[in-house]
């Protein structure tokens, strides 16, 4: 199960409000013009909110693919019973034909440092079988929010999550199931996921890495800083430093604009109502030569995919 510090790893196969969205063709003009050969692929969290309203996730897939957008992580945040595997293979088959890299967001409703072990193992269940139907989807990677400090202290709760993620990486090994787990950085202090405890679980086990959502990280302090080149390239430096630089070519990024209070973060906004400086985020990602996938979580979800791979090509 764990992996030697320091060592590298096979990482496995290659509050959001609605918002008015511009018109579909406006949208296909600010991203027609992209070249597809980044090492970044962009997409966004959740079907594309232009995406035909009867088409499904397969239909989002497409979407994903008119827009010049090349990722889609499909949100199962509410749960994954409606999820049939007849709808797994049309995603899959969709993702195959159209060149879109599926991800899955798995269930709010589960907590690494739950209080009793009957919210655990049900927590456990629904996150295993998000991992199932999102491999037989296509998916490489799950991520997942990995749970509050509740009463506990942060020392306490992160020895109780690290024991039970342990328990989740077995199970999906003893399944061969090869889907990376994506333990998410969280933009409230209450809650587990810090930078560096999503580094340091991703040390510790195998086909576990980080889902870096940089504007949590700007809103978790809640004074407004983590918020500058230097800091966005201070971040880089510890994934690096703890994880080797294998991993910055598979970085999986969440963005968008964000509020927040002195506890940290309160909503996810726009990039133009918000104070991130994104662009900045962009220039540290290409200084340290990062790959992989950044997925937009705006209110106006595929309009601030657009955003972001444009603004990329011109860093």
Known sequence: RAAPIGRIRSFGRSSMRQ??????????????????????????VG??????????????????????????ELAWVRGTTHITPEACARIRAAAEECDVAISVHATYFFNLNAETEAMWHAGRDRLLHAARLGAAAGATDV?????????????????????????????????????????????KQALLGTLDETIEWSRRFENVLPCVDFAHLHARPGDGSFNSYAEFAAALQRIQDGLGAAALKRMHIHLSGIAY???????????????????????????????????????NMEEGAVVLQNAYRVK
């Open 19 to 44: 918002s008015r969205t511009l018109p579909h063709r406006r949208v296909h003009e600010m991203s027609k013009s992209v070249h597809l050969a980044l090492p970044f692929r962009f997409g966004t």
């Open 47 to 72: 079907t594309p909110l232009s995406a035909p309203k009867n088409g499904g996730s397969a239909g989002g897939v497409r979407r994903i693919r008119e827009l010049n957008l090349s990722a889609l």
């Open 143 to 187: 991520i997942f929010h990995p749970g509050s400090y509740m009463k506990r202290a942060s020392t306490e709760a992160f020895r109780i999550a690290s024991e039970r993620l342990g328990e989740i990486v077995d199970a999906l090994q003893r399944e061969r199931n090869p889907v990376v787990l994506r333990p998410e950085t969280m933009g």
């Open 261 to 299: 209070t002195a506890r940290g973060e309160k909503n996810h906004l726009n990039f133009d109502e918000a104070d991130l400086r994104y662009k900045d985020l962009l220039r540290a990602l290409a200084a340290f030569d990062c790959a992989g996938r950044i997925l937009s979580e705006t209110p």
